[in-house]
């Protein structure tokens, strides 16, 4: 790590391979004079000055390059479409570089450049959070920054635009709506796609975030596929929401990737009878590569888990091989070990408590039920009997509910025996049982006054009722 004690810069600049100790991929020659730059700063918005010069500038461009495509292929993408997706996504990357500027303006007014090591440390956090936030969609997120799908695009930093990309995107968007000189009709595969359901806003939406999009052929990439999954019992009214997440689907051939994907899936135990669900529950499944597959299942028979298990989990979860084993799956089950629960147990029980977040998500719930007196011990009892405790909100979930649980006179221990509470639906079933109960003048355990059929919730008042009387 370097130091400069004046602003001058360093003759050169040593570029290191994002994860390499060894290889270096270049050295850049600075010019003698530095210049000033202002950029957002891509947090809230106002403008700093930054001292770059600008071979910095391309060399910081290229490493957080190289780290988006790392990142993108730890997510279990193929190394060719990593890469592409850092290659064409530009805006991303001036938005990534303008972060390391605002988070280390003191160090650039210092003439200090960054190791590789600290542009990956400033970077990844980022990255990881965009990942929780935006799950399989990150590539569109990524490819069309600054105007992710399902945002406000007034709320988004808009960096200067790239009028290649965006002569591209206009092209492939205008083309939605192209319709052919002689009959007026709109192109065959927009109007196959408006037949399954799809309206021309949405194909235009999908578009905007993948233009390939507009390109696929009918009869070459766009029915094989739809007909493919119609033939595995995919209902049809589910087509447009799964080529809505992963439209690359229908660029991927049939024979050579689909089906050979599905196949290895089902070698690892996905019950070939539920994919019309595993599909529509994550459709990015069927682009994940092998080796980022198998580093999941890995882990999992790390864990303990049998063979039947993980493809129950693979057909229930999907998702779980979205999770990087280092970043989410390993650190995850280190801290719910911490807790003294057993890992495997509950991962097969709720293996969404794997994607979230230990510094945002989990260590609240814990020091939640921590500062309300609950032992480490108990708490592990909690989520052991309830695996989607963690999974809960604090503010509209935990908290309100507990509020509530304390005016029923129920001792804390209660919830130890029943962590189920905290699933139960505040307004339609806690409150109404608990005023039907209060109102017979009769005491349930907890675990009666919720989980029972409200026929048997009767029956079993009427007995409590019977028996008191007789008494």
């Known amino acids: 790590m370097k130091t400069f ?11 290191t391979r994002f994860f390499s100790n060894t290889t270096t991929r270049a050295q850049l020659p600075f010019p003698a004079k530095v210049f000033f730059c202002q950029a957002k700063s891509g947090i809230d918005g106002s403008l700093n000055l930054k001292v770059v010069s600008p071979t910095l500038l391309v060399a910081e461009k290229e490493e957080a390059k190289a780290v988006l495509t790392l990142f993108l292929k730890k997510q279990g993408l ?20 303008s972060r390391l500027h605002s988070k280390h303006k003191s160090w650039y007014l210092a003439g200090r450049e960054l190791t590789t090591l600290e542009i990956r440390d400033a970077l990844i956090p980022y990255l990881e959070s965009l990942f929780e936030e935006h799950g399989d969609i990150l590539v569109d997120v990524v490819e069309n920054y600054p105007n992710p799908p399902g945002k406000d695009k007034s709320a988004v ?57 507009a390109y696929y052929s009918l009869e070459g990439k766009i029915k094989p596929v739809v007909e493919f999954f119609l033939e595995l019992g995919v209902p049809k009214e589910n087509i447009p929401t799964i080529l809505t997440k992963r439209p690359q689907l229908c660029g991927i051939s049939l024979s050579e990737n689909l089906k050979p994907t599905m196949k290895f ?30 580093e999941s299942i890995d882990f999992l028979l790390e864990l303990g888990l049998s063979e039947e298990g993980i493809g129950k989990i693979l057909t229930r979860c999907p998702n779980i091989v979205s999770y990087s084993v280092e970043d989410n799956l390993r650190p995850t089950a280190k801290y719910f070990r911490s807790l003294g629960v057993d890992v495997g147990i509950l ?19 814990t020091e939640f039920f921590l500062e309300r007196g609950y032992t480490l011990e108990e708490i592990g009892t909690m989520i052991s009997r309830y695996g989607a405790l963690y999974t809960f909100s604090l503010t509209e979930n935990l908290i309100p ?12 221990s209660e919830l130890v025996k029943f962590p189920q509470y905290f699933g139960y ?40 009722m019977k028996k008191m009387q007789v008494s």
């Not at 004690?5 to 570029?15: A, M, N, T, V, Y």
């Not at 009769?442 to 919730?457: A, E, I, M, T, Y």
């Open 347 to 365: 991962l097969f029980r709720c293996p969404q408590n794997f994607g979230l977040s230990i510094e945002t998500n989990l260590k609240p719930v």
């Open 265 to 294: 899936f089902e070698s690892l135990g996905v019950d070939k009878n539920q994919w019309p669900k595993v599909i529509y529950r994550f459709p990015a499944l069927l682009t994940y590569s092998r080796p980022k597959v198998m």
């Open 78 to 97: 193929s190394n060719a479409i990593a890469a592409r997706t850092s290659k064409k996504s530009d805006h991303f990357i001036d938005h990534l570089v």
């Open 157 to 213: 930093l808009v960096p200067p635009s790239n009028p290649v990309l965006d002569s591209k995107k206009l092209k492939a968007v205008s083309r939605v709506s192209e319709t052919d000189p002689d009959g007026g009709n709109l192109r065959p595969h927009i109007v196959y796609l408006m037949e399954l359901g799809m309206d021309i806003e949405q194909i235009r939406s999908i578009t905007r975030r993948f233009p390939s999009f």
């Open 425 to 464: 639906n505040l307004e339609e079933r806690i409150k109404p049982r608990f005023e039907i109960m209060t109102k017979s003048g009769v005491k349930l355990l907890l675990n009666q006054v919720l989980s029972l059929s409200s026929s048997n919730f009767d029956e079993a008042l009427k007995k409590k």
């Open 5 to 15: 004690s004046s602003i001058q810069p360093p003759h050169h600049f040593r570029c």
């Open 401 to 412: 509910k507990w509020d509530f649980f304390l005016t029923t006179g129920y001792p804390k």
